[in-house]
């Protein structure tokens, strides 16, 4: 079965063509960078740049894929969660494709869309695992039943892991988006330089919280001089990151060891993080196993829609066509 992926739920306009929702054909992806000048994604900006391109990237992912619209057996959109404005021009666009070919079309979750990143690029996870979905806009720790199946085990009171990366790295002056270049600038520091707060570490439950460590982080900021911060750019955000994927490994593995569960997968745009993916790998014991996508497949990309609209098909039919885009769209 091929399936056309459409993903436009903030500031990447993507389509994709995947076979039995696990080959990928093609994944053309466009990001906005008209947004960095802004310091976030501004949604009516973001919505005129989706209108002016979603048509020539739908154009270009038929090509690279060697495909014709009529060879496409269903086509798969996300609906939400993400900004109102950027969703319906790809989730209309989807509509009006399937409905002037007959073709069936399906919506999906964008946050089922990261978690099935992992079935593109794995085979042989347990159907039965532990899935962690960490991004600008959430941090989520899931039990997977089976496709569809979830039970939401802990989400963030406040601020996602993305958010407060991004937050942190625009206190520091680096940009935006910031999570990226915090990473690679914490590979020069020294993680022991500053303990600040690991929120909720020991906690019972698995919620988590980023509010107090980016308040902790600006804080320290304000109190060393311009030269003290320029020397110490680096040992900041190196102990920043070691404090904020502390809490993500340590809360995911005691998950996985108290409910017996062997496989974790990371997913999201902050599971191409170096530090999350080298602290878990260090941390894992005995028979569990780690599952993470390339970095291609963590941020946003509508080849992860076109997998999770695949098994959604499979699981429940097709879509009604009058589906609405829905901006805080739940997992569970």
């Given amino acids: 079965m091929l399936v056309l992926g459409i993903e436009s739920s903030c ?5 994709a063509v995947v076979k039995d929702g696990k080959e990928v054909l093609a994944n053309i992806i466009l990001s906005q960078d008209e947004h960095t000048k802004f310091g976030g994604v501004v949604p009516e900006v973001a919505s005129r740049s989706h209108l002016k391109t979603i ?32 969703l319906l021009v790809g989730l209309t666009f989807a509509k009006g494709l399937a409905y002037a070919s007959s073709i069936p079309f399906v919506c999906v979750n964008h946050m089922e869309g990261h978690l099935s990143a992992n079935y593109l690029a794995h085979s042989g ?8 979905i960490i991004s600008g806009g959430h941090t989520m720790l899931l039990e997977v039943k089976s496709f569809g199946e979830y039970e939401l085990l802990g989400n963030t009171k406040d601020d996602a892991a993305g958010e407060a990366y991004d937050k942190v790295a625009k206190i520091m002056g680096l940009g935006y988006p910031g999570g990226a270049v915090l990473d690679k600038l914490a590979k020069d520091g020294d993680s022991s330089y500053m303990k600040f707060p690991r929120a909720m570490m020991h906690d019972k439950s698995y919620m988590f919280s980023y509010s107090g460590l980016e308040t902790a ?26 404090a904020a994927v502390e809490v993500l490994v340590a809360k995911t593995l005691r998950a996985a ?10 997913a999201g745009g902050v599971a191409a993080n170096s530090r999350v993916r080298s602290m878990f790998t260090e941390r894992i014991r005995g028979n569990q196993k780690l599952f993470y996508p390339p970095i291609s497949l963590c941020t946003d990309n509508a080849a992860m829609i076109a997998a999770a609209g695949y098994y959604r098909f499979k699981k429940e039919g097709a879509s009604e066509l009058i589906t609405n885009a829905i901006p805080y769209l ?3």
């Fill in 11 to 15: 500031d990447e306009t993507s389509v």
């Fill in 55 to 86: 048509v020539p990237i739908y154009e270009e992912a038929l090509e690279k894929a060697s495909v014709k619209l009529s060879d496409i057996d269903l086509i798969a959109a996300t609906m939400g969660p993400g900004l109102v404005g950027p």
């Fill in 330 to 332: 739940k997992m569970v």
């Fill in 257 to 266: 060891k108290e409910k017996h569960i062997n496989h974790i997968t990371l």
């Fill in 125 to 132: 996870i347990d159907e039965r695992h532990l899935s962690l």
């Fill in 217 to 242: 982080v600006s804080l320290h900021i304000k109190s060393l001089s311009d030269d003290e911060f320029a020397k110490n750019k680096a040992n900041i955000a190196a102990s920043f990151q070691e």
